[in-house]
């Protein structure tokens, strides 16, 4: 019972609650391991004679099965536990190959101009946009590649497991590993920190039916008070028990639990789109487009990379988060127009480099012509060297999209901000606390 109430106090500040996740077992069932509450015991991914393929000890089984056996709720994971040796019998593994594509909605483009070179700015925004290889396995296994374009370092790995919510994330060297407990993923993409906020039930709605990539499409909604997430469903047997895992992993952006059932409906995720609420009632802005964009079935995937965690790595802390800085260098920059513009004499004086300023208390990206320039930290700025003087676009928003600053058409390079006009562009100081 100790080790229970270890858990609960883990998950407890965290701002995780652990009821939305089904029963935990008692000390007073006797089908249920004492320890089934805290950690997993080592798998084994090797089946033998009277054990089933994955060998974890279960929690109290809650109703049943299509085939008529208890099912078994997965377990949530604690963010400072480390994860118990794993192993992966066999030689390789059968599954499906996915990339998953994130579209930012709503980016302004570049104006239209002569001296715009329209083709090196397609090609600039092909490369900003974040990508994710995703592997599913038939033994309930999934992990996530990221590629360019996102806050934190590429090869970064996120590793799941059906029988358990949250993720092992892995250093692009897969020496270390770090535990994502459930609510802490929109931080962690978003921001580049590990905090984690409360989720909710979400409630679900029923969309027309579509196709994609030559599947038919099961759509619903699932809304939560920060915003909802429209979900393109289809049946391929391939992924085997990962089935609902980029499901798990789409709706908890939208701060929906991973238990909610939409994700045990036996589909792959296909695509999705994110939209957040304005504080509005039913008002919600575009976010994120979420994009299968590949998919391909494989009998070859290799059984070391889904191992929660790998043999080699060790539990630490940290995130290997990207510094903020500059994300484009002057010759990448140049490419945005074919050459310079003098300013009207009765223009704005410019200056030897664009100063970026984020006068907020997000992280927030600045896009030039909807190509992404500079990651800029809470109430820093940074210098950005390398603009042709000319007329832009400048636009900042944060990664999901949730935080979405103005429009502005100016000359470049000048001093850019997001605050208001009028506004301060430094952190309010500190007010000390009234005497007693």
Sequence with gaps: ???????????????????????????????????????????????????GDDAVPKPTPTGDGKD??????????AADLPLPRDRIRGQELSGLELTLALRRAA??????????????????????????????TDRGRMQMTMKEGFLLEAKTRLVARQERYGYAMLWPRRDRYRVVPPGALRALLGEGRLDV??????????????????YALERHRIKTPIGHADLDLAEVPEAGAATGLLCRFVIELVGASPAHPICEKNRVLLGAELRWTTGKEEETTPGLRLEVTALRRSETLEPGPFAMPPPSSRFASGVP?????????????????????????????????????????RLLTLFVDAVPVANVAPWQSLRVEGFAPG??????????GDAV?????????????????NEPETPPEAVPPAPP
């Excluded at 570049?110 to 995703?134: D, H, I, K, S, Y």
């Excluded at 484009?328 to 410019?350: I, Y």
């Excluded at 103005?406 to 001093?415: C, H, N």
């Design 1 to 51: 019972m100790r080790r229970r109430w270890i858990l609960l106090a883990a998950l407890g500040p965290l701002g995780c609650d652990a009821a939305i996740f089904g029963p935990n077992p008692s000390r007073s069932d006797p089908t249920a391991s004492p320890t089934a509450s805290v950690t997993p015991e080592p798998l084994d991914d090797d089946p033998r004679e009277g054990d």
């Design 68 to 77: 008529g056996k208890p099912r078994v709720p997965p377990e949530p994971l």
């Design 107 to 136: 980016v302004p483009a570049a104006p239209n101009a002569p001296e715009v070179a329209t083709e090196a700015l397609r090609a600039l925004q092909a490369e900003g946009q974040p990508e994710l290889e995703v592997q599913l």
């Design 197 to 214: 906020t409360q989720l909710s039930v979400g409630r679900a709605e029923s969309l027309p039916a579509g196709e994609r990539l030559g």
């Design 321 to 361: 988060a990207r510094s903020p800085g500059v994300l484009l260098g002057g010759k990448a920059l140049e490419r945005f127009r074919t050459g310079p513009t003098s300013p009207p004499e009765s223009g704005p004086t410019l200056l030897p480099a664009v100063e970026a300023v984020n006068a907020s208390d």
């Design 391 to 400: 007329r832009y676009v400048v636009h900042w928003r944060s990664f999901f």
């Design 405 to 421: 600053g103005p429009t502005a058409e100016q000359w470049l390079p000048a001093k850019v901000t997001n605050a208001p006009p």
